[in-house]
């Protein structure tokens, strides 16, 4: 008994052996999709991984000086010594905790009141939108240099208006002390990036549909629930993104406190951890600078990647 096994379709046939038309057809595309992604790629790799590589690559040496130090120092390879060397050094310690509480304690704040901000020019009853809009960017959109001199002027002991109004009521107040140092660092930021924030915020409140809204008033919801628990949960995606932000933003502090120094000589050269890289290159120790970045980009990365999985769980267990 014979038996017949019918042949397979042809475009099963043509799928598994395509023509050779097809197959240049494919490498075409390849190679221009190739061809444009190229300068990306070329400028990515250059200007992106090979720095990160090479500060790597150069937080691994440390510098040797001998006899007085009058003769050009060696460079050893030294693998982890210069790690170990930074979280024994109090300084520099000392300055990862200070942007840590400065962050913990002025970004919650930040995004609190920009997401007031926020749903208080998103209200129907709200007027002169556009003007408040622009009234609550516009420090934002000063260059930070600039807004970090007019700060400096509103805290020097001998010229600040507020330090006058303080002494006026009876009241020691001087902005520029140790203790003060980072609550006006973090008022400052605070000043500088609510703006910013809230406009995020803002345009992600204008992507909500307005017959939700409606449709809560239709039923009895106030402002205040409405705002609860439709408007805030659905902008937290731009809550989460303002956050990362923030979070690379502190980390990243330099501006503010180098402004500071010229009228708070306590401003020490180490207050920041860029600071305190900038203050190795000064001293010409270029592989405890590099191992200084390298901490300190591991630190943030860390801190933003934590705070993602964090809300990534939550958002799961709802």
């Known amino acids: 008994m014979t038996t017949q096994t019918s042949a397979p379709p042809a475009d099963a046939r043509v799928a598994a052996h395509p023509p050779a038309a097809a ?5 075409r595309i390849r190679r221009t999709a190739l061809c444009f992604l190229a300068p990306f790629a070329v400028l990515f790799l250059g200007v992106y991984i090979a720095p990160i ?3 790597v690559d150069q937080s691994l040496y440390k510098l040797h000086h001998s006899g007085l130090g009058l003769s050009a120092p060696t460079k050893a390879f030294a693998w982890l010594g210069n ?6 050094d109090a300084a520099f310690r000392a300055s990862l905790l200070r942007v840590l509480l400065i ?7 930040m995004l609190g009141l920009a997401l007031v901000l926020a749903l208080l020019i998103d209200a129907k009853s ?7 809009r622009l009234a609550y960017f516009l420090p934002y959109a000063l260059p930070g240099v600039i807004g970090a001199l007019m700060w400096s002027y509103l805290v020097a002991p001998g010229l600040s208006p507020i330090t006058a109004l303080a002494h006026h009521l009876g009241w020691s107040l001087d902005l520029t002390t140790n203790g003060m140092l980072a ?3 973090g008022n400052m930021l605070t000043w500088a990036w609510t703006g910013y924030n809230m406009l995020i915020i803002y345009s992600a409140l204008q992507a909500i549909p307005p017959e939700l809204s409606e449709a809560a008033t239709v039923d009895g919801a106030s402002a205040w629930r409405i705002a609860w628990h439709i408007k805030i949960p ?3 995606p731009a809550l989460v993104l303002t956050t990362v932000f923030s979070i ?4 990243q502090l330099y501006n503010e406190p180098a402004t500071l120094q010229a009228v708070a000589p306590n401003l020490g050269s180490t207050y920041t951890p860029i600071f305190a890289a900038y203050y190795s290159v000064a001293n010409n120790d270029f592989p405890y600078a590099a191992t200084e970045s390298v901490i300190l980009a591991v630190l943030a990365f860390a801190l933003s990647f934590g705070f993602l999985r964090l809300v990534q769980r939550r958002g799961v267990a709802r």
């Open 23 to 27: 197959l240049a057809t494919r490498r």
């Open 53 to 55: 590589l090479y500060t």
């Open 83 to 88: 790690y170990v060397d930074a979280f024994h």
């Open 103 to 109: 962050g913990v304690v002025q970004v919650p704040l």
């Open 126 to 132: 709200t007027m002169f939108k556009s003007f408040f």
């Open 183 to 185: 609550p006006t660092i």
């Open 234 to 236: 659905t902008v937290r």
């Open 248 to 251: 690379i933003g502190t980390a």
